[in-house]
């Protein structure tokens, strides 16, 4: 056994075998199953319907990503269905990796006790076949790259869209002049000033933030903004990066009906809902985490 395994605890295998029963689909708690796009095309096609109407009907978007819906009382994943008196899943042959790689997730081998925790809930969890240390590591480490390659690009198509409008505010600086960085266009109430942000941006800055540090707005004023000084200099909104005080009006304008066209288009290019939101409704969205995951029995870290 090489020196860097004996000291990780499943180094001799798991046994897991499933049994259909459907306990890792279902609630009651709240949970996530993600899937990414070449998936959603598989199941549309196992449907025999179109992506779009997969979409519509089965998915929605959470941040970076997209989630298969559940059953509004039981939390059941939508196609877990009951067949002859016992729950099945209604799309086995094209279920999504998040499902295929059940139990070997982060969390469960996290330790024993998350191990037996899982096995609490899931029958097939230490029984069937053993499966070798080299096996469960290459699940463990292969799980949703497909997922994680498209969040970074989409993170990267918009901080190309940032990089685009530093390099136009340099280059017209005579129609903007230097932002001073006081602060007080951060207070929308007194300095009379709308402040509208894009869902590119906010999935930006809520990759950047993170959970933890994401706040609502309960006042008039912006709450990063902390003695006059922006807390997200670096992943600051379009809209704070043009606004300037003294700076051309029509230039600014201009300047953010484009940015607003190239965040449009990546909306269109990840399918992405496109919704251009003033800043209390979409910092209040993002703090009630409708575009950041919060994972259950569906781990976040999938």
Aim: aromatic share 10%; with cysteine; hydrophobic share 30%.
């Amino acid at each position: 056994m090489p020196a860097n395994m004996k000291n990780i605890w499943y180094a001799g295998g798991l046994h897991f075998e499933c049994i259909g029963c459907g306990a890792c689909c279902s609630g009651p708690s709240h949970g996530y199953i993600w899937v990414t796009r070449p998936e959603i095309q598989l199941i549309a096609d196992f449907l025999k319907i179109e992506p779009e109407q997969l979409r519509q009907r089965y998915l929605r978007r959470v941040g970076l990503r997209t989630t298969i819906i559940e059953h509004p009382n039981t939390k059941d994943c939508v196609f877990l269905q009951m067949i002859e008196g016992q729950k099945r899943c209604t799309i086995y042959p094209v279920r999504p990796s998040q499902c295929r790689t059940w139990p070997f997730w982060p969390d469960n081998l996290a330790s024993p006790d998350a191990w037996n925790k899982a096995a609490q809930r899931c029958p097939g969890i230490n029984r069937g076949r053993l499966y070798s240390f080299e096996e469960i590591e290459k699940i463990r480490k292969g799980k949703n790259n497909t997922q994680t390659a498209e969040s970074n690009l989409l993170l990267k198509k918009v901080a190309g869209v940032y990089d685009w409008l530093e390099k136009q505010i340099q280059a017209n600086s005579n129609l903007l002049g230097e932002c001073s960085r006081c602060g007080k266009c951060c207070d929308f109430g007194s300095f009379d000033h709308r402040l509208f942000v894009t869902t590119p941006e906010l999935m930006y800055l809520a990759e950047h933030l993170g959970p933890e540090r994401q706040k609502p707005m309960t006042t008039s004023k912006c709450p990063y903004n902390i003695d006059g000084e922006c807390t997200i200099y670096q992943s600051r909104f379009a809209g704070c990066r043009i606004f300037q005080c003294r700076g051309n009006a029509d230039f600014q304008n201009r300047l953010s009906e484009s940015a607003v066209k190239k965040f449009k288009s990546i909306c269109e290019q990840f399918q992405i809902p496109y919704r251009y939101s003033d800043l209390a409704t979409a910092l209040n969205t993002l703090a009630a985490n409708i575009y950041q995951p919060a994972g259950r029995y569906h781990p976040e870290g999938l």
